[in-house]
């Protein structure tokens, strides 16, 4: 009497494991496109907003000095140097905000906005639908989690770390070429695993799934995370109203400030 080999202890685990993979690797690239997406509206709320933050920052200096010269109080005083001290370059402040604001104080391109005159807007490193579609299908053929032997996985590692840059970059000819390189390289050799090679298998694989959803709790509950996932549909729309928000805030403290000093 024949034997199915599909109802085989092992051949149901190695199912197992192959499904496990395959929930994994979707798991990792939702983790790794939010990752990206995070990253690069950290990089425009900096670059947008920097300026407006920055001005803030000398105007309620300036509301603060204004007011301690009226009253000379010691109060007073003490709280004009906090409010001075807080708006002093800090080491990186050039890096923080991307040019915008150095130790002069706002850059020409901040200044314009600042007063509504027309001014290059930050550059946007933001994925295009087909980048997305590249970056998925090439994690998908070539991700390590499908390596079943050292070598295997060290290859596809090295590859992967070159496909993660071109995607954060957008880079859709690179990951296009990169989709050649791949259909043109060795395919691993799929073997058979004993039912211990396959239950380690699985452990690894929830290990690293649970290391994962680390990652991606710590991107959600990030401040950058938590504002993204206000309008995940349409970023850009979430900056331009804190942006209207800070340009009210500093409309008042001009105010104010002229108030002091008039």
Known sequence: MSVDQSERPEARLDQAVRVAE???????IAVETFRVEVENFSRLHHQKL?????????????????RAARTGDPEDL???????????PMPGVEELFHDWVDSDGLSPEAAAMLTDRAVQPPKRVRPSDEVRKLYR??????????????GERKRREEFITRVNAAYARGDEGLL????????????????LS??????ARLEWLAQRKEMLALV??????????AMLRMAPDDPDRLLEEIAEQLLAQVAEREAELAGLVG
């Open 50 to 66: 920097g300026p407006m933050y920055a001005r803030l920052d000398e105007l309620d200096a300036q509301i603060a000095e204004a």
């Open 78 to 88: 003490r709280r004009a140097q906090e409010a001075r001290a807080a708006v002093l």
């Open 137 to 150: 299908d090439l994690a998908r053929k070539a991700h390590p989690d499908l390596a079943r032997d050292e």
């Open 194 to 199: 004993e039912s211990e090679e396959l239950y």
């Open 22 to 28: 395959q929930a994994l690797i979707e798991f990792e």
């Open 176 to 191: 296009r070429d990169l989709s050649e390189e791949w259909a043109a390289g060795p395919v691993p050799e799929v073997r």
């Open 216 to 225: 991606a709790r710590e991107l959600e509950e990030s401040a950058i995370g």
